[in-house]
């Protein structure tokens, strides 16, 4: 649109000043056009005044010459006369004529002395006047000057309702030429493309009517619809036959996970079931920016593994609205159709007030809970307001979501994360058919940690609600299982990992989250990579970080260990550059801006210590990043440092190993995630310890390119014999398991 209305502006433009050269030429000559006929009408008046005047004037009767005057002036545009004797003073003058137009002789003076007609405006009046002297003869003597006065304000309201007319019908024609390109466009190009760009979208997702939109396609369009038929239809096989291969992989424990064998699993175990998943974050928040709307996709984890399942199986996505534009974007329900570029799934925000906000998210869920499961040495912090506000947002959420299963049968519900523990036992008392999972993204601490937590069995109560409850790690599952043990009756199957409460069984199972890795997902990203050129870096050595600026990440101590290698070998200094991507999280928590303040001034404290030549060890960028412009960068990096100091799973360290489809580069993991179970050929180590952490630099640094192949190629097979189309899998083949 905005490269149509500038062709449009462009166009006009162009036929404007066209209009405004011929408009000015055509004044001219018409201004020229009208002095000439004013000067001859004037010098045809004053001739003929002559015959009148001149018998009077010679006699020096003046009674009578002011009579003739009186008689000839006010005629039409005639203003006055005036008769000047041979010494250029006035003799007579017709009643009504201002003082400041006879007062002045030049011009009957210039006209007796060339004895000729002399015309010119008169520069005292307001108003246009044009003044013509004739000289006045007696026996070919020159004896005084016939002076007339006309009014010429005709000539300037004629040159203006020229050029008002002219502008008028500019505005006309451009209307009327803008509206022609429009309905042009709009008709003969623009419908046709949308046609056939809805026909191309049919196509690609796999809807039934695409190749019959294209056709209705015509015009000069013609070769390129046939062209994008055949296209279509070769696609419409292809995946045919990968629909056909996923169903003849259901069963096969070895072969790949993708999203399309995701998709008939889902169709064959759930048939028309409906997939219902709630979290905290929303997948794309969309934001007012100078009166543009633009959408992104938040740096999370959650997101980061939910989204291709979503995109796989379609359904319900149930999150908290937190855009400045999100409520434009939805409809009177708080739905809008997901992905924005290629709709697969529907996107329910839940509104909650700054109050709801701050109680259940920022105060409960992360000021308590969150440090609570991480024991990242942050003291929880336990307020009752806060608990009820969570409370009060989580059964916000359950019935939002009830409203939604209505008329659903057996519906399957997703509940992630720790936003939403009393949500399954909400569901479960309303409606027993549902089929709910829930599945918990960060650690869950030992029964001696957890006991601290003043409202422990309302929580633990409302996650047993759920059917299947899953963890990253068997050893979480354990300490759930403690923890349930001390706090609450019930009874434990060891043997199954079941819990059965109040007559209802929650089986308890760890599914490792993963990423969706596939062999030609990082190969048509380009090696080099664009953020690198925009900071103008070229180092010999590069090394990467990608967390949220959160205080579990270890970014502190990463910075720490960064500090004792340069110390350690300084030979390293000028040809090793960190770059670490820490988008801020949690802005309305004091701790995170705190947190905030303390990686920025440790990153400058660093540099300052040992920059030289332009060149510094870290380069610190705090703003969220695409994966597009994040991948690139993991493929260009010589090592990857995470080292959180407590973490669920870590998709970053996955993220990295999916991207080196080259299988180089070097992993340092700490101990303390959960993928250090599954990618056990990175380099673990302990984050507390600035010198291990400084050693794996330079041990990655000095990796042997085959020892990299060889390490590298064991962690990709690992992460792609159980990416996330399998976590998907097993936790929802956990679910119908129990029916």
Known sequence: MKQLLASIAAVVIVVSLVVIGFTYTQVHQQQASLMDDLQRRSTLLADSFKESIRPAYVVKATSTLQSLLNKFAGRERLLGLAVFDNKGELFAVSAGLPNELVEDPQIPEKSMDSDSAVGAFSPQMPGKVYILASPLHQDEKVIGSVVVYQRADYIDASISDTWKNNLLRLLVQSLLFAIAVVLILRWIIYAPIVKMAEAIRQARSGQAGGDSAMQKSHGFFKPIV??????????????????????????????PWTAERLKE???????????????NREPYIHSKIKNEITWEVPAAGLVTALEPIMEACGGMWLAHGSGSADKITSDAEGKIQVPPEEPQYTL???????????????????????????????????????????????????????AEIKNVQRPVILIQDYHFALLPEMIKNSRP?????????????????????????????GMLGADVLGFHTQQYCNNFLETVGKEIESLTDLEKFAITHKGHTTYIKPFPISVPFSNTEAEDVPHKSELLEKLDLKPKFLGVGVDRLDYTKGIMERFKGLEFFFEMYP?????????????????????????????????ERINNKYENNGWKPIVLLKENHTHEEIFPLYRAANICLVTPLHDGMNLVAKEFVSARNDEAGVLVLSQFTGAARD??????????????????????????????????????????NYNIYRWAAEFLRAIINLG
């Open 571 to 603: 030979a390293y200094k000028e040809q090793f550059t960190f770059v670490q991507i820490a988008p801020p999280s949690r802005e309305g928590v004091e701790k995170y801006r705190q947190f905030n303040a303390e990686v920025t001034r440790e990153a």
């Open 226 to 255: 046939a062209e994008i038929t055949k296209m279509s239809q070769s696609l419409v096989l292809a995946r045919t036959a990968a629909s056909e291969e996923a169903r003849m992989r259901l069963e096969k424990i070895d072969s």
């Open 433 to 461: 058919d549902a089929e709910v999972g829930m599945f918990w993204h960060i650690p869950w601490p030992n029964a001696e940690v957890f006991s601290v937590c003043p409202w422990r069995k309302e929580i633990l109560e």
């Open 679 to 720: 990618l056990k050929d990175a380099i673990i180590i302990n984050p507390y310890s600035a010198e291990e952490t400084a050693e794996a630099i330079y041990k990655a640094i000095t990796m042997p390119a085959a020892e990299q192949h060889r390490r590298m190629k064991k962690m990709r097979e690992a992460v792609k």
């Open 265 to 279: 699993f889902f169709k064959a175990y759930f048939k028309e079931r409906k997939i219902f998943v709630v979290s």
């Open 348 to 402: 329910k925000r839940i509104w909650l007030n700054e109050k709801e906000i701050q109680g259940h998210y920022v105060g409960f869920s992360n000021e308590a809970l969150w440090p609570l499961c991480h024991m990242a040495h942050t003291r929880p912090i336990f307020r009752k307001e806060d608990w009820l506000q969570y409370r009060k947002v989580n059964g916000k959420f359950a019935q939002a979501l009830l």
